[in-house]
T-cell receptor, first 113, second 115 residues
Framework: AQSVTQLDSQVPVFEEAPVELRCNYS??????LFWYVQYPNQGLQLLLK??????LVKGINGFEAEFNKSQTSFHLRKPSVHISDTAEYFC???????????FGTGTSLTVIP | ETGVTQTPRHLVMGMTNKKSLKCEQH?????MYWYKQSAKKPLELMFV???????ENNSVPSRFSPECPNSSHLFLHLHTLQPEDSALYLC??????????????FGSGTRLTVV
């Protein structure tokens, strides 16, 4: 069975502070890993993805994520957040074959001025 | 615009109404999806179409009826909905339906309210 756990439903952080949004997954086979962002009243936008190779993946808007196979984690980080980063963030996994994604419940990031 | 266009953006309908949601993509993608997004719940996959053929129906009630006339268009026909069907309905597309390494491109969604 496939599952994705986002440990924090809400994360408040002050502007220019660092942030980490946590994601853990469970799978008996290899998977691809993704982070999506959803701004208010919009659809989901791909931030970054891990397919293979280097475990540190850089995405748009200064975000990066690190794949840790032993801990089955794919945490999202940004060293200094902006007000515009306020949004909902979703972690997702997919199998190497097939096109179904499994999403977490999301983490609401609020950047405080 | 993200490349996937959904209309309408907002829809309010009564439980006896019939309405349709529309999704359109001109990205050359071969797979299209309907997802339901409710508050505090994971995104729920509803339907998958690969090369215009429906390949997945995740136990969705028959009051939701999808239609995919071609690879660029996807509809979700609604009839006799319930208040608990109120949610954000998201359409997505992807390049290759057989490989999981392609991310989805999402539309902005239709905010549906059933009264």
């Amino acid at each position: 069975a496939q599952s994705v756990t986002q440990l924090d439903s809400q994360v408040p952080v002050f502007e220019e502070a660092p942030v980490e949004l946590r994601c853990n997954y469970s799978s008996s086979v290899s998977v691809y890993l993704f982070w999506y962002v959803q701004y208010p009243n919009q659809g989901l936008q791909l931030l970054l993805k891990y397919l293979s190779g280097s475990t540190l993946v850089k995405g748009i808007n200064g975000f990066e994520a690190e794949f840790n196979k032993s801990q089955t984690s794919f945490h999202l980080r940004k060293p200094s957040v902006h007000i515009s980063d306020t949004a909902e963030y979703f972690c997702a996994v997919s199998y190497l074959t097939g096109n179904q994604f499994y999403f977490g419940t999301g983490t609401s990031l609020t950047v405080i001025p | 615009e993200t490349g996937v266009t959904q209309t309408p953006r907002h829809l309010v309908m009564g439980m006896t109404n019939k309405k349709s949601l529309k999704c359109e993509q001109h990205l050359g993608h071969n797979a299209m999806y309907w997802y339901k997004q409710s508050a505090k719940k994971p995104l729920e996959l509803m339907f998958v179409y690969n090369f215009k053929e429906q390949t997945e129906n995740n136990s969705v009630p028959s009051r939701f009826s999808p239609e995919c006339p071609n690879s660029s268009h996807l509809f979700l026909h609604l009839h006799t909905l319930q208040p608990e069907d109120s949610a954000l309905y998201l359409c997505a597309s992807s390049e290759d339906p057989g490989q999981g390494n392609y991310g989805y491109t999402f539309g902005s969604g239709t905010r549906l309210t059933v009264v």
